[in-house]
């Protein structure tokens, strides 16, 4: 396990679409081992917060900025491979077995940080990690996920409603995953109506 120094900042950061402004010049400064909760009733723009904060929507206005170890990594194609991101809209390739999922976002991306058959068997797919993703259930799916924003140990884990879909082993997969980015200095930044999830939140941003 790797520690890590993380410091991520936004300064005004907002979203518009169209004439609707989904968020509205948002501040925040979050250090490494934080976990900061964002909650707000659906369509209020938690989705769309991560998204900024991934790199994968431009604000309309403001700044993300982020740094790891005293480095600037607030480049966009720089900051998103700093980021684990977990969505139940990020698409997986149904033909293709969950080891090569991972090893084609390893191969666009960089090394994985831990052997992919030991990533997938830490969210409990060791035993199928070779069967066509097309034939899993969508809480395997939301494992693959989960195994893929661990894939190179993220200074930032964005967690967007990550227990959907999962069975109580799988929701603890997702607590120990928190637990593990928090020691390892990173930060999380949660968007979640689970209860549990919700305890482990140290403060949070509301949206809507």
């Known amino acids: 396990m790797n520690l890590m120094t993380v410091e991520l900042t936004l300064a005004s950061l907002t979203k518009r679409y169209g004439g609707r402004k989904i968020l509205n010049k948002l501040e925040l400064t979050a250090a490494g081992g934080e976990i900061i909760g964002v909650f707000g009733p659906n369509g209020s723009g938690k989705s769309t917060l991560l998204r900024c904060i991934a790199g994968l929507l431009r604000p309309s206005a403001g700044d993300v900025k982020l740094r790891v170890n005293n480095a600037d990594c607030s480049a966009p194609a720089l900051l998103r491979s700093m980021v684990g991101y977990v969505s139940p ?17 390893a191969a666009v991306t960089s090394r994985p940080s831990k052997p992919i058959p030991e990533l997938l068997a830490h969210v ?27 894939l190179h140990e ?55």
């Open 89 to 105: 809209e990020l698409n997986l390739y149904p033909e293709l077995s969950a080891r090569e999922n991972l090893q084609f976002f």
């Open 124 to 150: 409990g797919l060791g035993k199928r990690l070779d069967d066509p993703i097309g034939n899993y259930s969508s809480g395997m799916r939301q494992r693959v996920r989960l195994a893929l924003a661990a």
């Open 154 to 208: 993220p200074a930032i884990l964005l967690l967007d409603e990550p227990g959907l879909a999962l069975d109580e082993a799988g929701q603890e997969v997702v607590l120990t995953m928190i637990r593990e980015q928090q020691k390892r200095g990173g930060i999380v930044i949660l968007a979640t109506n689970d209860q549990r999830e919700r305890e482990l939140v140290q403060r949070h941003i509301h949206v809507g």
